[in-house]
């Protein structure tokens, strides 16, 4: 079992959609959560990223952190054609090298 | 102003070659990544350096060699190159110790 899990889609939703992604992880001690975006051929882009348990709104997404259920999820609001990208969860301890585990991340497809 | 840089964005080359591929920050950041993606898009950490000194070196295999002339610049080098060298590596810089990290563009390696 891979440390964090993602599901890679393809998830295809019609503009104006709620759209929800997921990940589950193994790793209790993972602390600090984030979500990036990346486009086709392109480098991931740091979205949200929070320490603690609940939600952290910004603008049209909120990032979900259930520590308990060792699950966070990324909603997005009125999705848009340009928010057609993979979108990668990642997790880390705190302290030590920070260094990151990441999904493999869930290709969303927003259609008009 | 870009914050990541990576040169070349596309490399071609015939299996047994030597490669380099240079990263360069302009955040004023302290730590650098390589990271590797393949094809079914798992992002995984190769190397990190801070100030200068490796201070996480994954299981990769030693034909594959960091360099860090500053701290704005790690660059990777790559021996006797291999068809399963061919994935898309991405650099990416953070304060030291820090979490939020970001990426450059990738650069995209095909090994024929």
Known sequence: ?112 | DTAVSQTPKYLVTQMGNDKSIKCEQNLGHDTMYWYKQDSKKFLKIMFSYNNKELIINETVPNRFSPKSPDKAHLNLHINSLELGDSAVYFCASSQAGGDTQYFGPGTRLTVL
């Open chain 1, 1 to 112: 079992q891979k440390e964090v899990e993602q599901d890679p889609g393809p998830l295809s939703v019609p503009e104006g959609a709620i759209v929800s992604l997921n990940c589950t992880y193994s790793n209790s001690a993972f602390q600090y959560f984030m979500w990036y975006r990346q486009y086709s051929r392109k480098g991931p882009e740091l979205l949200m990223y929070t320490y603690s348990s609940g939600n952290k709104e910004d603008g049209r997404f909120t990032a979900q952190v259930d520590k308990s259920s060792k699950y966070i999820s990324l909603f997005i609001r009125d999705s848009q054609p340009s928010d057609s990208a993979t979108y990668l969860c990642a997790m880390s301890e705190i302290g030590g090298s920070y260094i990151p585990t990441f999904g493999r991340g869930t290709s969303l497809i927003v259609h008009p």
